[in-house]
């Protein structure tokens, strides 16, 4: 089995905008201090404190909560594959909305969607299909996803479906045409990375209740670094005026994944999905 993934060539595709700092260099001139973890060769790995006098986000996060299950609270309950017990049933969970009551303010016509989502699921759901997640729900999927930071550019790399954006930090445009991941322009307010991402498409969903958005569709995130440094305080503000009556807000902690020698494992799940995707059109087989 390959255990990295292969979206590692578009890192290094990338490489002449998101331009990585030599650890020694980083770590004489800005004073980091070592990390106690070790790379393949056992000698101790540096991890700077800043880059180009910004906190240093570079690691493998992961959010630990129900929110890809539904951003709203929520009973833990069963599904329709009663044959699989307890493998599928949806666990509790405490809702990640941080106004509105903790609850979505659809439009008439947004929550009417939401309860056609529902009734599709879930096979209506763009996760069962292996499709790119899109933002902010790539952020909580049970999935890892690494952070590659550079003085310039920085690079979001998703182990769900081999995702990826580039964040554009110095030169922001508008996006070239609609995508499940959006176009992301970021900035530093403070010690705070802020990505405004718009440019989506009207196909993904931010959970697998059914909860979506329309191609109008803004989403400005927050990350900062939590005290010691192994978590991310993580913020997503949703503004889509054809779906909700006004903005809302998500926060989460993210965690850092400390596990020795820690990487993105590849999961191409589309090959899972082939039956879903093209079942339908697929050559039945003759009699």
């Avoid at 009973?75 to 017990?85: C, E, H, K, N, P």
């Avoid at 990375?193 to 196909?203: C, P, R, S, Y």
């Amino acid at each position: 089995m390959r255990n990295r993934l292969t979206v590692a060539g578009i890192a290094i595709a990338l490489a002449g905008a998101v331009t990585l700092p030599l650890v020694a260099q980083q770590r004489g001139r800005q004073g980091g201090a070592a990390a106690s973890g070790s790379g393949r060769g056992g000698s101790p790995a540096a991890r700077p404190d800043r880059i180009a006098g910004h906190p240093n986000l570079n690691g493998i996060w992961q959010a630990m909560n129900g929110a890809n299950w539904n951003l709203e609270e929520h009973s833990a309950s069963a599904t329709a594959f009663w044959q699989l017990g307890a493998l599928f049933s949806v666990p509790a969970g405490r809702s990640v909305i941080a106004d509105n009551n903790g609850t979505i303010p659809y439009t008439p016509e947004g929550l009417k969607k939401r309860q056609e989502n529902q009734a599709g699921w879930p096979k209506s759901d763009p996760e069962a299909r292996c499709y790119m997640a899109g933002l902010p729900r790539a952020t909580y999927m049970p999935y890892p996803f690494q952070i590659v930071q550079g003085e310039k550019d920085i690079l979001f790399v998703y182990e769900y479906a081999g995702a990826n954006r580039t964040v554009h930090m110095t030169t922001h445009t508008e996006a070239p045409v609609d995508s499940w991941m959006g176009w992301s322009n970021g900035r530093w307010d403070g010690d705070t990375l802020v990505i405004a991402v718009n440019g989506f498409n009207d196909q993904s969903w931010f959970d697998r209740a059914g909860n979506h958005h329309s191609d109008g569709l803004l989403v400005t995130e927050r990350y900062a670094l939590g005290p010691g440094g192994n978590s991310l305080d993580y913020e997503a503000r949703i503004e889509d005026p054809k779906t909700f009556t006004r903005p809302w807000t998500i926060r989460m902690p993210l965690y850092r994944r400390l596990d020795r020698n820690a990487q993105l494992l590849e999961f191409n799940c589309v090959e899972f999905s082939e039956e879903l995707l093209y079942g339908d059109v697929k050559k039945k087989p003759s009699k």
